[in-house]
């Protein structure tokens, strides 16, 4: 049968000072027959028939192994013609024990006609010996009645006695001869039921072997069965394995590709809206103060020409005192012509530090190159800008930092922490200038943060 689970470490006096396989080990004995050790040698087991086994490699085909105490060699290709833990070995099996079961009978027939021809050997000497002794009887009463006559003469005895005699003589001679032509016929009796015994157990071994066989077999290919099974399982469980691994991976990557597409897609809006934002920011502060910014900020901000007027308006209106429309004013030049410019609503001291930020000429007018430097910008909305993104140099942040602190604080929104945003606002609260503080807030409202 199989070797499965492990090696028979128990004591064998018959394998003694051995190393013998016992299916996946080889297994060592002591000069008392004790198991010594048991490695394992194989990952693939064999069978074992009759004491003999044979590992998966000689199934494969040109393979031997012994175990305990005889070999056996094969050199019989399986049907697959290798030796893979997919390989069929039903048809070698077969092979391999109707060959051994051959081999038995062919034992058995050879003893059987050697042990027939000793009876019948026996048999033809059985005459052959009853007759000597028939001779030797017939020889004997012979030399008897030849004395008795001879006494008889020397004695004168008379005719009758010597009839007599004769008779007495011939009656020992019949009984003697009757008792060899028993024991002749007992031995020849005796020789033929030897005969029949030896026929019937002739018969009984041969079908034992058969019947011996058979179970053999049908229990080696039970375990080659199991053993394709086993395969057959392992086989499906690596190949699911792999294809789960494989899903896996695929699904992962197209995770991480979406989370790419996802972030990317966050980030483009995340500009886009903290763009608009801004602009619309900035723009709604200059028409609240009655500055009008130009097309491309309103574009930006989402604000057609008309609301803005109508923003601008409303602002002008509300506006009860201290209001400073922008205005032109003329100058004279060194030339002595007239040039055009307009303050709008910032002061002389105001207009000078804008031009020294711009780094043009400070004269406190807000001219062409004025606004030239300042990207076309009127004075009321590059003051606005000024304060908004000079930072540190107008008592605020830096436009960097002050960016970041919006994207900090829109990230802290977005994952639904509005009182860690208030906190980080507080935080940085008093970094900021008041345009930066007025700007912050309405942008803290567009967001639906409480400051």
Do not use: H
């Amino acid at each position: 049968m199989a070797k499965t689970n492990g090696p028979d470490m128990s004591r064998d006096t018959s394998k003694a000072g051995q190393t013998v396989s016992q299916g996946q080990y080889s297994v060592s004995y002591d000069s008392d027959g004790y198991a010594k050790s048991g490695t394992k040698t194989s990952d693939s087991p064999g069978v074992v028939v009759d004491g003999t086994y044979y590992s998966a490699e000689s199934l494969g085909g040109g393979g031997s192994s012994s175990g305990g105490g005889s070999s056996s060699s094969s050199s019989t290709q399986s049907s697959s013609g290798t030796s893979s833990a997919g390989s069929d070995y039903t048809q070698y099996l077969k092979d391999l024990y109707a060959a051994q079961t051959a081999s038995q009978l062919a034992a058995l027939k050879s003893t059987y006609d050697q042990n027939t021809a000793d009876l019948s050997a026996q048999a033809a000497k059985i005459p052959q010996t009853y007759g000597a002794a028939r001779n030797d009887a017939a020889a004997q009463n012979e030399i008897a009645k030849q004395s008795f006559n001879e006494y008889a003469a020397t004695r004168g005895l008379n005719t009758g006695t010597s009839g007599q005699a004769a008779l007495a003589n011939s009656s020992v001679l019949q009984k003697n001869l009757s008792s060899i032509s028993t024991g002749e016929a007992d031995a020849l009796s005796e020789n033929a039921l030897a005969a029949q015994k030896l026929k019937s157990q002739y018969d009984s071994a041969i079908n034992q072997a058969q019947a011996s066989g058979n179970a053999q077999l049908a229990q080696a290919l039970y375990q080659e069965y199991v053993r394709q099974a086993d395969a057959q399982v392992a086989a499906q469980a690596a190949q699911q394995a792999q294809n789960n691994w494989e899903t896996q991976y695929q699904t992962q990557l197209q995770q991480y590709a979406d989370s790419q597409n996802q972030w990317q897609q966050e980030f483009d809006y995340s500009k886009q809206s903290d763009a608009q934002k801004y602009a619309y920011n900035l723009a709604a502060s200059m028409l609240s103060q009655g500055v009008m910014p130009d097309a491309a900020t309103l574009t930006t901000a989402g604000i057609s020409s008309a609301d803005a007027l109508s923003m601008k308006l409303s602002a002008v209106q509300g506006q009860s005192t201290g209001t400073v429309s922008a205005t032109s004013v003329k100058k004279s030049s060194n030339s002595g012509d007239a040039v055009s410019y307009d303050n709008g609503g910032l002061s002389t001291s105001q207009i000078k530090q804008l031009q020294n930020y711009y780094g043009v000429t400070a004269d406190g007018y807000w001219g062409a190159a004025s606004a030239k430097a300042a990207g076309t910008l009127g004075a009321d909305q590059a003051w606005y800008n000024y304060k908004l993104n000079a930072g540190g140099s107008t008592g605020g942040m830096n436009i960097a930092n002050y960016n970041g602190l919006k994207r900090t604080i829109t990230g802290l929104k977005n994952a639904g922490k509005n009182d860690n945003a208030a906190s980080y606002i507080a935080a940085n609260w008093d970094n900021l200038n008041a345009e930066q503080q007025s700007d912050l807030r309405k942008y803290c409202a567009e967001i639906g943060i409480s400051i």
